[in-house]
């Protein structure tokens, strides 16, 4: 039996996110520490707590990762710089022209260790030559709130800038370099994981191009002359021949980790660990498919847990804050109109829903109690009504990043 729904799937989401936690996966996939010059360099709202993670095993190292605001953690040796996210900031362009700075003479006989996670892409910032910081910063919030997928966005920002597209490798090279990371991205391409800075790239500026005209960003002169003068590195380039990419942590793992958990208890469906698209719209297959699960169980039946991940996406057109997974559960629980045996969660497991400092949010039965449901989704404004209505799920940072959770619990009927 399930006597508490809402703290059922909140125990799922923690599992998800518990079994990603770099202070538990990371050591696993670490070599011995290598012999001569090594160093210690990364991004991502999980880079700090990996960097923590590796002098547990190594002991302290020299380096320096970038994280979010609000995600550092204490280390011996390797520096940890906060810069902005998701849209990036100063401190991120200087953390980054230090960490290539870092990277100059290295030689064969050195070890470069690449620590990259999600949200790589905005604090991992380089502007392409020609390009300011706000010209970068534009054409990154004109992306997120465009409802473009996040592999159309990491295309541009990859021609957009002077270390991602694997230029970050090839400023190591003839160093040997070992990049650990972990996926944020549906079917965990490499070269889409804080834009693939240690990965080659078969896009072309061209393509680049297509993405901002199909999503009508608007770009100056600046942007389109820094277009032209990508230094994306193709695969096969000898300056990658060094390098090494591993995903040590990714979103099927977190999904299976809640399913083994809840199957004493569930009949459990795994819809995917890579679903994308428009997250209200989603929310409607999948309320659909809960309710005609509810129709079909009987009164001794299990009841059946929906599970899914992936990375929505929201069209920005109204004034409010909100995120892809609060937005997701206002439309389920709008389309589910209170049904009496249907319970949800969505969060991400980085504990941020958008820019809010929200993980997501919980959806029950008694959701709708709580007027201007419509309104708000019509806004953006997810976040402000879960917060009215006493649903909103808050974490603070959990230190890694494995994308979005999505549990939707169908009980039977009695």
Known sequence: MISDPAAFLRQLFDRAVEVADPMRSLAAVLPEKPQGRLIVIGAGKASARMAEAVEAAWGPCAGLVITRY???????GIEIVEAAHPVPDQAGVDA???ILSSLQGLAEADTVLALISGGASALLCAPAEGMTLAEKQAVNAALLASGAPISAMNTVRKHLSRVKGGQL???AYPARMLALMISDVPDDDPAFIGSGPTVGDTTTPADARAILDRWSIPVTDGVRAAL???GVVRPGDRRLSRTENVIYAAPA???AA?????????QVHTLGDNLEGEARLVAGDQAAMAIDFAARLKPDDAPVLLLSGGELTVTREGDGIGGPNAEFCLALALALEGHPRIHAIACDTDGVDGAAE???A????MTLNTPGAAAALSRNDAHGYFARAGAQVVTGPTLTNVNDFRAILVLPPG
């Open 96 to 98: 980054t022209r230090r």
């Open 169 to 171: 490798a090839a400023a």
């Open 258 to 266: 809640a399913a083994a958990l809840a199957e004493p208890f569930a």
């Open 70 to 76: 609000g995600h550092a953690r204490p280390c011996r």
């Open 228 to 230: 032209d003068r990508s």
């Open 253 to 255: 793992q977190s999904l």
């Open 362 to 365: 919980l959806v029950g039965p």
């Open 358 to 360: 929200i993980a997501g």
